[in-house]
């Protein structure tokens, strides 16, 4: 049995048909490269193609996924997350969401392994109730007493890791109702008020403790919760100053180290999609944080890279209802800052697409619940984290197969599972066939990627690495 050491951190165990070769990572794991030799005999390792070699070099990315770089309250960078989830609105005239309770849940179940603390301000509804069985009992309501609780609690705990000379990294999601006032100003929809743009920067932004801050709003409107509207003020010349100061004061320019990610669509888009029952925004940053979108093989999902996930997702949906249009900014301080760092130690499982497979896949858990959704060139292998011990299935538009997580670091190769035909009934009307038929039609890798930041003046992820052999 080969044993290849990298660093300091956990182990993984390769599935059986690997040949019981097992890999055991310590601290920082290998950078991912393509397979330089595809005929190698011991899968996942390239070289002499022997399982009893004393020296190889990975071919596959044995990468113990995790989001961002925490995995308990002793690391270096701790992970706070505070997610609030609500599909009700407080305008009349806004029709109540049905899946900002299911993405809050979703993006609960993604950062709790990996987060020293996670707090879902949400109520889920009954079908929701019964797709997370046992999450309502976690959840909190998504009010602004909650709010403020949950954010004096945080920063206390932020302070603290910094006075130990840690540094925190801080997630404020949002899924839910979001609206522009007459001013301009946006907000976001708690239960029973709203909670504006000013409040934002007042009650989060400035007090946050965190060392890197992470905004994700969907709600529509929500680039006017974060971004000030242009033009001239409507007020009176002796109030033009304090009010001009007043909006540079919660300008993000003022805070390099918040980053953000928005979905910029008008109040009059619905951007639900039943088949999958979630918002497609937050399925589409979900399935990117999960390492979907990491096109260089480094274990890291920066902004470009999730930029370029979401636009490569949809960009062949024609009905123009269902586009996703999102506005995305890294922290100024550190435009490569990384949205998820998939090199940290993690519980989850992982299962691996292997470079040379390619198309469209998608994963869900035994009760329907749709993690993530992919199209995958086939120059690169991914790598997805999944929670251990549960029944995943691994799908494509023509076949399926199943699979358990079993323990935490097990990595199982896609290609070593059972796969049979399957058919996908279709449902719905034309915007839900034009989701079905094209969303994520096309292919993400490195050269659609190349193209989108040669076009966009993005700042492109730098190349892999080579993998770390150091005994």
């Known amino acids: 049995m080969l044993s290849v050491h990298l660093s300091q951190g956990i182990g993984l165990t390769v599935p059986e048909p690997l040949q019981e070769c097992t890999v055991e990572t310590h601290g920082r794991v290998p950078s991912v490269s393509p397979p330089s030799d595809a005929s190698a005999g011991c899968r996942g390792i390239a070289g002499e193609g022997d399982c009893g070699s004393s020296i190889a070099i990975l071919s596959l990315p044995v990468l113990p ?3 961002i770089v925490a995995t308990s309250l002793g690391a270096s960078a701790p992970v706070y997350a505070l997610i609030v989830a609500n599909n009700s609105s407080n305008d009349p005239k806004l029709a109540k969401l049905q899946y900002a309770d299911d993405d809050g849940a979703r993006y609960f179940t993604v950062f709790k392994p ?4 996670v707090t879902l301000l949400t109520v889920l509804d009954d079908d929701t109730q019964r797709r997370f069985p046992g999450l309502a009992a976690q959840t909190r309501p998504p009010s602004r007493r909650e709010l403020n609780d949950a954010l004096e609690g945080i920063n206390a705990a932020m302070k603290a890791d910094r006075a130990a000379g840690k540094h925190p990294v801080f997630f404020f999601v949002f899924t ?3 609206q522009r006032g007459e001013a301009g100003e946006g907000s976001i929809a708690l239960l029973g008020e709203q909670f504006t743009r000013s409040e934002l920067f007042s009650q989060v932004i400035q007090p946050i403790q965190a060392s890197t801050t992470h905004l994700i709003i969907d709600a529509c409107d929500s680039y006017f919760f974060v971004n000030q509207r242009g033009g001239s003020l409507p007020v009176a010349a002796g109030q033009a100053v304090a009010v001009a100061q007043f909006l540079e004061a919660r300008s993000l320019d003022k805070y390099p180290d918040v980053g953000v990610v928005l979905s910029t669509s008008s109040q009059q888009e619905s951007h639900e999609w039943a088949a999958i029952n979630a918002g497609v925004f937050s399925h589409e940053i979900i399935s990117a944080l999960l390492g979907a979108a990491d096109v260089n093989s480094d274990g890291k999902v920066e902004y470009s890279e999730l930029r370029a996930f979401v636009a490569a997702a949809n960009q062949q949906v024609d009905d123009p209802r269902g586009r996703v249009n999102m506005f995305a900014r890294p922290p100024a301080r550190d435009r490569s800052a990384a949205l998820a760092d998939l090199t940290a130690p993690s519980s989850s499982a992982y299962l691996l697409l292997p470079a040379g497979l390619q ?7 035994s009760r329907g619940v749709r993690l993530a959704d992919f199209n995958k060139e086939a120059d690169r292998p ?5 929670p251990p011990g549960q029944t995943f299935f691994v799908r494509t538009p023509a076949r399926e197969a199943r699979l358990e997580t079993g323990t935490e670091g ?3 190769d896609v290609n070593q599972l059972a796969w049979s035909p399957t058919g996908i009934a279709s449902r719905g009307g034309s915007l839900d066939e034009s989701f079905r038929e094209h969303l994520f039609e ?11 930041v040669s076009s966009s003046g993005e700042l492109p992820v730098g190349p892999a690495p080579e993998p770390d052999l150091a005994p």
């Open 410 to 412: 097990k990595l199982i």
């Open 359 to 365: 198309g469209r896949h998608w994963v869900e858990d």
């Open 176 to 178: 839910g109702h979001g």
């Open 442 to 452: 096309r292919p993400y890798g490195a050269r659609f990627y190349g193209g989108f």
């Open 382 to 386: 991914l790598v997805l984290a999944l």
């Open 114 to 117: 990996m987060a020293a603390q």
């Open 65 to 67: 996924l995790s989001l």
